[in-house]
């Protein structure tokens, strides 16, 4: 809420020291584009793929550890008591390896995410400078920002058509 009284004394602020009518500003919803932008839906698709064959492995790692720990319980009285623990450290060494891979796949899911919004973001955010140069906009806010806007004020659909031409598609890099 103090944000958008912020931007709201800015405009007040901004309107006040200038002619009204010379000053000239548009909207744009940030949350739509992402939401419906064509290279934000390839990703995402991307990335569900990925998550898919991530949960997939976790799980296939989870059940070869409790197999592996049945085992290791079958052959308690069977082992001498240094063998067994050196197989219960084996075991644990390879739980902690599969635990450290799950959390470096997260890791990597999470910045190719991050990567992939990041560079939706600073596309719109050039489509919108260069459309505010075009069309002599003072100002381009978010629409989230404020409280009221004319609708013909809003860019939205502009600023996604420009995007889906410029970026049809996104390849998504989780890496390794």
């Known amino acids: 809420m ?85 197989k219960v450290q084996a075991f644990r060494e390879k739980a902690a390896n599969a635990q450290k891979d799950v959390g470096t796949k997260r890791m990597k899911l999470r910045q190719a995410f991050e990567a992939s919004i990041g560079t939706i973001q600073t596309r719109v955010i050039t489509i919108i400078a260069k459309m505010s140069q075009e069309r002599n906009y003072d100002m381009v806010a978010p629409s989230t920002q404020l409280l009221y806007t004319k609708p013909s004020l809003d860019i939205t659909n502009d600023v996604l058509q420009q995007l889906n031409k410029e970026l049809p598609s996104m390849n998504v890099n989780v890496g390794g």
């Open 2 to 86: 103090n944000r958008t009284f912020g931007i709201t004394c800015a405009l007040v602020a901004l309107l006040g020291a200038s002619n009204a009518n010379a000053f000239t500003m548009a909207t744009v919803d940030m949350q739509r584009i992402m939401a419906e932008a064509s290279a934000a839906k390839s990703a995402k698709l991307q990335l569900d793929s990925k998550l898919k064959e991530f949960q997939a492995q976790v799980k296939k790692t989870e059940t070869e550890l409790q197999k592996s720990d049945q085992e290791l319980v079958k052959q308690r009285s069977l082992l001498s008591a240094d063998v067994f623990k050196e």
